[in-house]
């Protein structure tokens, strides 16, 4: 067999709208907007200076129906750019871009194949002997194993299978398509190429079956390195599997144990040093990152009382960083209060009657029913997207109705708020 190189991606989600952006810092909100158009450029670039043979895209290029043609125009002009450099590209459709979520079309040039969404079929690239088997999907929600539906392998050649997967709804993901491990390996091909699950891995070799991941980190959800994979191939084998780092932005979280910190003033040195080291990290991309804050400290109750001076602080830290490129998408205040529950509760003072007001509120039926109500009615209000990605953890208490967290939560900020004001001069 020939000797030959490939790109395996996946997951490219064009244009989709980034989570967790706030306008405050519009130059980097503006480069988050566009960092999937800036990942799959570097994507092709590394195609074309790579000189591979071809491409293989597991679905999901675009992340829906659009909003307007630029995002069509966009990618096609990025496949225009492959067919001067003489590179094939070959891709299926997945649950995002299925036949059925887009209303709207442009036509790609010559040299990119689409796999047909009625059957599994096979393309053949004699001059490399070349096998590449694959289907897309005809609506979002495929919830049968279409690996059965796959042709058989072309003997005498590498045969690739290309499939928009869930594998057993890995990684939190719709497990669409649901297979297990064992139907990929024992289908005979050579490499599976497999898109769906936004984490890269490598789940078996020889014969490889592999998630390449997403291209571009979307939200505090998909941290570290987003890549794609190169795939050198060497007498009928697997010799060599490169990660291609494409994204151009990055998400991290980083935990800054602030126990040490004496005043405000050492815990903002404490998140500027996280952000320096995570900016560092990078190697000059933009960094979206969400600070962490852990330890026991006495501060804990400042700290909670005042969350807008805390991340304004830090985004404050971050634009002084020069050239480097920082945007603080969120601070986490996960620290413990110096004073536990039983020691406030024992107080004689306001602080020790909130905290055991609030101690009655939790075994109380009646409060506990009115919260469920109100929240419960709330939560039904708001968006799709709010509910199915919110993080916040008092937010996601109130979707999931678990009315100790909230007023766990809730409790913890009166009891931050009075023992603030208490100890302010």
């Given at each position: 067999m020939r000797s030959f190189r490939f790109i395996h991606a996946a997951d490219i989600h064009l244009d989709s709208p980034m989570r967790g952006l706030s306008e405050d810092v519009p130059g980097v909100a503006e480069r988050l907007?566009?960092?999937?158009?800036?990942a799959l450029t570097a994507l092709i670039d590394a195609a074309i200076e790579r000189a591979v043979d071809f491409v293989i895209i597991a679905g999901d290029v675009y992340?829906?129906?659009w909003r307007d043609y630029?995002?069509?125009?966009?990618?096609?002009?990025?496949?225009?750019?492959?067919?001067?450099?003489?590179?094939?590209?070959?891709?299926?459709?997945?649950?995002?871009?299925?036949?059925n979520q887009m209303t709207r079309s442009l036509s790609l040039p010559n040299n990119v194949y689409v796999f047909s969404h009625e059957d599994a079929e096979t393309t053949?690239?004699?001059?490399?002997d070349v096998a590449i088997h694959g289907t897309s999907y005809a609506e979002r929600a495929v919830t049968d194993n279409l690996v059965p539906g796959y042709p058989a392998p072309v003997a005498e050649h590498f045969n690739i299978g290309v499939l928009h997967t869930g594998l057993g709804?890995?990684?939190?993901h719709a497990n669409y398509a649901p297979c297990s491990l064992d139907e990929l390996t024992a289908k005979g091909y050579d490499y599976w190429a497999l898109g769906h699950v936004h984490a890269a891995e490598v789940l078996a070799e020889h014969p490889h079956v592999v998630f390449s991941g997403n291209l571009q980190g979307r939200s505090i959800r998909e941290t570290g390195a987003k890549s794609a994979y190169e795939v050198v191939v060497e007498d009928g084998r697997v010799a060599e599997l490169h990660a291609i780092h494409c994204d151009v932005a990055r998400w991290a979280e980083s935990e800054v144990d602030i126990a040490a910190?004496?005043?405000?003033?050492?815990?903002?040195?404490?998140?500027?040093?996280?952000?320096e080291n995570g900016a560092n990290a990078v190697e000059g991309r933009l960094l979206a990152v969400r600070l962490r804050l852990t330890g026991t400290t006495a501060l804990h109750d400042q700290l909670a009382a005042a969350p807008e001076r805390l991340l304004a602080e830090a985004r404050a830290a971050a634009a002084g960083l020069g050239a480097a490129q920082v945007y603080v998408e969120k601070i986490?205040?996960?620290?413990?209060?110096?004073?536990?529950?039983?020691?406030r509760r024992e107080r004689q003072d306001a602080l020790g009657e909130m905290q055991r007001l609030l101690d009655e509120a939790a075994d109380d039926p009646d409060i506990r029913a009115m919260i469920e109500k109100d929240i419960r009615r709330l939560a039904e209000r708001l968006p799709y997207e709010i509910r199915e990605h919110a993080d916040d953890v008092l937010l996601r208490a109130a979707i999931d109705g678990d009315t100790a967290t909230l007023i766990d939560g809730a409790g913890d900020y009166l009891l931050s708020r009075l023992a603030a004001d208490e100890s302010a001069p």
């Open positions: 907007r566009l960092a999937t158009r800036e992340d829906g129906d630029q995002t069509g125009v966009f990618f096609v002009r990025q496949m225009h750019r492959l067919a001067s450099a003489s590179i094939p590209v070959y891709l299926i459709h997945g649950n995002h871009d299925a036949q053949v690239l004699e001059h490399l709804g890995r990684g939190g910190a004496d005043d405000f003033n050492d815990v903002i040195a404490a998140m500027r040093r996280a952000i986490k205040l996960a620290t413990t209060p110096a004073l536990d529950a039983a020691t």
